[in-house]
């Protein structure tokens, strides 16, 4: 059973480019969550998202960021017109189900943007 | 809303001594509580979780730690460290109550560096 899986690991883009960072969860997972790290800093929450619905994006920020998880294929975030203060880490993380004692998160390893 | 504190951003330690990381939380409801690990350029890796039942919590690789309610603490302790172990750990929360998603609240992180 493979893991989460994050492409590409490693992307540059210049200033006003579009970035798409893609997750696939782990088989039978149908939760999905974004977090992002900046240098130096914790993880923060920005989207949970199941097949076809965002469920809370509260930690997204209000403009030029965007994400869905389609019924069929990969979760996207979508960042538009990247500013050099997106550059960060940007992990995925999947979970079976939502209730429960079972609510593991599994992580990705990560997508790092660099924003020239 | 909750919130993680660690209160160390560097601890070194050498090897074979033990080790303690602090994590205190700050929350309105019952939470989860986990401790991860992120290797560098890697993703994150669960150590242990904190879910119900006995305090005392025993994760992967020797680690443990003890959820203490009135102290709104859940340090995480080895008795001998090795190089291995040199890591970042993060310390996590999330909000009991199915509507909250499971979204995990992380603390700043704290940097472990084990030497000879």
């Known amino acids: 059973n493979a893991g989460v899986m994050q492409n590409p690991r490693h992307l540059v883009r210049r200033r006003g480019q579009e970035a798409r960072l893609r997750c696939s969860p782990m088989?039978?997972?149908?939760?999905v969550y974004w977090y992002r790290q900046l240098p130096e800093e914790g993880l923060k929450f920005m989207v949970y998202?199941?097949?076809?619905?965002?469920?809370?994006e509260s930690g997204m920020p209000k403009e030029r960021f965007s994400a869905e998880f389609p019924k069929e294929g990969p979760s996207i975030l979508r960042i538009q017109q990247v500013v050099r203060g997106d550059s960060a880490a940007y992990f995925c993380?999947?979970?079976?189900?939502?209730?429960?004692?079972?609510?593991?998160?599994?992580f990705g390893p990560g997508t790092r943007l660099t924003v020239l | 809303a909750q919130s993680v504190t660690q209160l160390d951003s560097q601890v070194p330690v050498f090897e074979e001594a033990p080790v303690e990381l602090r994590c205190n939380y700050s929350s309105s409801v019952s939470v989860y509580l986990f401790w991860y690990v992120q290797y560098p350029n890697q993703g994150l890796q669960l150590l242990l979780k904190?879910?119900?039942?006995?305090?005392l919590v025993k994760g992967i690789n020797g680690f443990e730690a003890e959820f203490n309610k009135s102290q709104t603490s859940f340090h995480l302790r080895k008795p001998s460290v090795h190089i291995s172990d040199t890591a970042e750990y993060f310390c996590a929360v999330s909000d009991l109550r199915v509507a909250a998603g499971n979204k995990l609240t992380f603390g700043g992180g704290t940097r472990v560096l084990v030497k000879p």
């Open positions: 998202l199941q097949k076809e619905n965002i469920i809370d």
């Open positions: 088989k039978g997972h149908s939760h």
């Open positions: 993380a999947s979970s079976p189900r939502l209730a429960g004692v079972d609510n593991e998160q599994f």
């Open positions: 904190y879910l119900s039942g006995s305090t």
